[in-house]
C-alpha cells in the first residue's frame, strides 16, 4: 500500500479489512481484561484456576491502600 502500486478499491479493501480487525481485537481485549484468574492452592502441592471475584473479602483487602490496611503487629513480616 506504501509503495502506491495497489488500485484504490484493493487499498480501500485492504484498510476495512484491517478496521475490522482492530475492532475484533479490541473487543476480546475488553473482556479479556475483565476476566482474572487465580491460583488456589489448598495444600501447596495442587492448585485450581476460579475466577476472581471483586466483592469477596480477600478480594478488597488486597487493593486496600497502605493508609487502609491494618498495621502489622511487631516483629511481623509484611509477607
Request: hydrophobic share 40%; with cysteine.
Amino acid at each position: 500500500m506504501e509503495s502506491g502500486k495497489l488500485p484504490l478499491e484493493s487499498m480501500i479493501g485492504k484498510f476495512e479489512s484491517g478496521s475490522r480487525l482492530v475492532a475484533l481485537c479490541r473487543a476480546k481485549l475488553d473482556a479479556m481484561s475483565h476476566k482474572i484468574e487465580l491460583l488456589v492452592k489448598d495444600d501447596g502441592q495442587s492448585g485450581e484456576w476460579r475466577d476472581f471475584d471483586p466483592a469477596s473479602e480477600r478480594s478488597a483487602a488486597a487493593l486496600k491502600t497502605p493508609e487502609q490496611a491494618p498495621a502489622a503487629e511487631a516483629g511481623e513480616l509484611p509477607f
